[in-house]
Protein backbone atom coordinates (compact mmCIF):
# COMPACT_ATOMS: atom_id res chain seq x y z
CA UNK A 1 0.00 0.00 0.00
CA UNK A 2 0.85 3.28 -0.23
CA UNK A 3 3.58 3.06 -3.31
CA UNK A 4 3.22 6.28 -4.99
CA UNK A 5 6.13 8.87 -5.99
CA UNK A 6 5.12 10.90 -3.44
CA UNK A 7 4.43 8.58 -0.60
CA UNK A 8 7.89 8.78 1.10
CA UNK A 9 8.50 12.67 0.95
CA UNK A 10 5.21 13.04 1.83
CA UNK A 11 5.43 10.94 5.04
CA UNK A 12 8.92 12.37 5.86
CA UNK A 13 6.95 15.65 5.57
CA UNK A 14 4.27 14.91 8.02
CA UNK A 15 7.35 13.41 10.80
CA UNK A 16 9.00 15.92 10.85
CA UNK A 17 6.57 18.73 10.80
CA UNK A 18 4.57 16.76 13.56
CA UNK A 19 7.34 15.23 15.02
CA UNK A 20 8.70 18.21 15.89
CA UNK A 21 6.03 19.58 17.53
CA UNK A 22 5.32 16.81 19.35
CA UNK A 23 8.93 17.20 20.96
CA UNK A 24 8.22 20.84 21.99
CA UNK A 25 5.18 20.23 23.58
CA UNK A 26 6.92 17.23 25.52
CA UNK A 27 10.12 19.43 26.24
CA UNK A 28 7.97 21.92 28.06
CA UNK A 29 6.57 18.54 29.94
CA UNK A 30 10.07 17.46 31.19
CA UNK A 31 11.37 20.83 31.65
CA UNK A 32 8.17 21.38 34.09
CA UNK A 33 8.88 18.19 35.71
CA UNK A 34 12.57 18.42 36.16
CA UNK A 35 11.59 22.63 37.24
CA UNK A 36 14.06 23.76 34.62
CA UNK A 37 14.67 27.24 34.63
CA UNK A 38 11.65 29.30 33.57
CA UNK A 39 13.26 32.32 32.57
CA UNK A 40 15.62 30.51 30.36
CA UNK A 41 15.58 31.80 26.64
CA UNK A 42 15.10 28.33 25.28
CA UNK A 43 12.29 27.69 27.81
CA UNK A 44 10.45 30.97 26.83
CA UNK A 45 10.64 29.81 23.22
CA UNK A 46 9.55 26.61 24.02
CA UNK A 47 6.62 28.06 26.24
CA UNK A 48 5.74 30.77 23.58
CA UNK A 49 5.51 27.86 20.82
CA UNK A 50 3.50 25.32 22.72
CA UNK A 51 0.98 28.45 24.43
CA UNK A 52 -1.81 28.78 21.50
CA UNK A 53 -2.44 25.11 21.75
CA UNK A 54 -1.86 24.29 25.17
CA UNK A 55 -3.80 26.90 26.96
CA UNK A 56 -7.05 25.84 25.62
CA UNK A 57 -6.02 21.75 26.73
CA UNK A 58 -5.18 23.20 30.47
CA UNK A 59 -8.81 24.60 30.90
CA UNK A 60 -10.42 21.11 30.11
CA UNK A 61 -7.16 18.47 31.50
CA UNK A 62 -5.47 20.32 35.78
CA UNK A 63 -2.21 19.09 36.35
CA UNK A 64 -1.43 16.92 38.93
CA UNK A 65 1.13 16.58 41.40
CA UNK A 66 3.20 18.97 39.58
CA UNK A 67 2.43 17.22 35.84
CA UNK A 68 1.40 19.05 33.06
CA UNK A 69 -1.38 16.46 32.05
CA UNK A 70 -2.92 18.67 29.15
CA UNK A 71 0.50 18.69 27.94
CA UNK A 72 1.03 15.45 27.73
CA UNK A 73 -2.13 14.67 26.08
CA UNK A 74 -1.48 17.48 23.52
CA UNK A 75 2.05 15.38 22.46
CA UNK A 76 -0.32 12.38 22.35
CA UNK A 77 -2.63 13.88 20.30
CA UNK A 78 0.07 15.52 17.87
CA UNK A 79 1.22 12.14 17.39
CA UNK A 80 -2.32 10.98 16.83
CA UNK A 81 -2.52 13.19 13.66
CA UNK A 82 0.81 12.19 12.44
CA UNK A 83 -0.06 8.69 12.56
CA UNK A 84 -3.32 9.31 11.10
CA UNK A 85 -1.77 11.55 7.98
CA UNK A 86 0.89 8.66 7.80
CA UNK A 87 -1.63 5.76 7.55
CA UNK A 88 -3.63 7.57 5.18
CA UNK A 89 -0.57 8.68 2.67
CA UNK A 90 0.19 4.43 3.14
CA UNK A 91 -3.37 4.02 1.88
CA UNK A 92 -4.94 2.68 4.85
CA UNK A 93 -7.78 4.95 5.01
CA UNK A 94 -9.04 7.31 7.78
CA UNK A 95 -8.45 5.66 11.18
CA UNK A 96 -8.69 7.82 13.93
CA UNK A 97 -8.66 5.01 17.31
CA UNK A 98 -6.37 3.17 15.22
CA UNK A 99 -3.62 6.51 15.25
CA UNK A 100 -4.53 7.43 18.63
CA UNK A 101 -3.16 3.87 19.57
CA UNK A 102 -0.15 3.97 17.37
CA UNK A 103 0.76 7.42 18.97
CA UNK A 104 1.11 5.43 22.41
CA UNK A 105 4.43 3.67 21.62
CA UNK A 106 5.72 6.66 19.30
CA UNK A 107 5.34 8.73 22.50
CA UNK A 108 7.07 6.53 24.74
CA UNK A 109 10.23 6.26 22.23
CA UNK A 110 10.13 9.97 21.69
CA UNK A 111 10.28 10.69 25.56
CA UNK A 112 13.24 8.02 25.44
CA UNK A 113 15.06 9.69 22.65
CA UNK A 114 15.13 12.73 24.06
CA UNK A 115 16.76 11.76 27.21
CA UNK A 116 19.00 9.86 25.11
CA UNK A 117 20.06 12.78 22.30
CA UNK A 118 19.84 15.64 26.14
CA UNK A 119 22.55 13.01 27.33
CA UNK A 120 24.71 12.63 24.05
CA UNK A 121 24.69 16.60 23.75
CA UNK A 122 25.39 17.22 27.24
CA UNK A 123 28.78 14.57 26.81
CA UNK A 124 30.04 16.25 23.68
CA UNK A 125 29.57 19.49 25.04
CA UNK A 126 31.65 18.67 27.93
CA UNK A 127 34.30 17.28 25.79
CA UNK A 128 34.37 20.28 23.31
CA UNK A 129 33.76 23.63 26.06
CA UNK A 130 33.60 22.02 29.53
CA UNK A 131 32.41 24.62 32.45
CA UNK A 132 31.32 26.60 30.11
CA UNK A 133 27.48 28.47 30.57
CA UNK A 134 24.98 28.30 27.40
CA UNK A 135 21.21 28.32 27.96
CA UNK A 136 20.75 25.35 26.20
CA UNK A 137 23.54 23.56 28.14
CA UNK A 138 21.80 24.44 31.57
CA UNK A 139 18.48 23.10 30.02
CA UNK A 140 20.14 20.24 29.25
CA UNK A 141 21.76 19.86 32.68
CA UNK A 142 18.33 20.46 34.17
CA UNK A 143 16.36 17.96 32.16
CA UNK A 144 18.84 15.24 32.43
CA UNK A 145 20.53 15.56 35.94
CA UNK A 146 17.88 13.64 37.78
CA UNK A 147 18.79 10.50 36.02
CA UNK A 148 22.30 10.54 35.93
CA UNK A 149 22.34 12.20 39.36
CA UNK A 150 21.16 8.68 41.25
CA UNK A 151 24.03 6.52 38.74
CA UNK A 152 26.85 8.90 39.87
CA UNK A 153 26.13 8.12 43.40
CA UNK A 154 26.14 4.67 43.03
CA UNK A 155 29.16 4.68 40.22
CA UNK A 156 32.45 4.38 42.01
CA UNK A 157 34.89 6.96 41.81
CA UNK A 158 37.33 6.71 38.55
CA UNK A 159 39.98 9.26 38.56
CA UNK A 160 37.55 12.28 37.56
CA UNK A 161 35.89 9.55 34.34
CA UNK A 162 32.14 9.62 34.65
CA UNK A 163 30.53 7.06 32.90
CA UNK A 164 27.53 7.52 34.40
CA UNK A 165 26.05 8.77 31.40
CA UNK A 166 27.20 6.13 29.35
CA UNK A 167 24.93 4.08 32.10
CA UNK A 168 22.24 6.02 31.96
CA UNK A 169 21.80 5.78 27.88
CA UNK A 170 22.80 1.71 27.88
CA UNK A 171 19.94 1.62 30.10
CA UNK A 172 17.37 3.55 28.01
CA UNK A 173 18.37 2.17 24.83
CA UNK A 174 17.51 -1.20 26.37
CA UNK A 175 13.88 0.07 28.10
CA UNK A 176 13.20 1.34 24.64
CA UNK A 177 13.99 -2.43 23.46
CA UNK A 178 12.07 -3.75 25.99
CA UNK A 179 8.99 -1.97 26.65
CA UNK A 180 8.17 -0.53 22.79
CA UNK A 181 7.79 -4.07 20.52
CA UNK A 182 5.35 -4.97 22.74
CA UNK A 183 3.54 -2.44 22.98
CA UNK A 184 3.33 -1.87 19.52
CA UNK A 185 2.58 -5.15 19.03
CA UNK A 186 -0.12 -4.74 21.48
CA UNK A 187 -1.45 -1.94 19.59
CA UNK A 188 -0.79 -3.81 16.54
CA UNK A 189 -3.11 -6.85 17.91
CA UNK A 190 -5.84 -4.30 18.60
CA UNK A 191 -6.22 -2.61 15.00
Given at each position: ??????????????????????????????????????????????????????????????????????????????????????????????????????????????????????????????????????????????????????????????????????????GLVILEMLLIPPI????????
Open positions: MGDGYLTNPATFLVQVIFGLYATLVLLRFLLQLTRADFYNPLSQFIVKATKPALNPMRRLIPGVSGMDLAALVLAWLVIGVEQLAILGLGGYGFQPIAALLLAIPEMISLIINIFLFAILIQVIISWINPGSYNPAISLINSLVDPLLAPVRSRMPDLGGLDLSPMVVMIRQLVGGLI
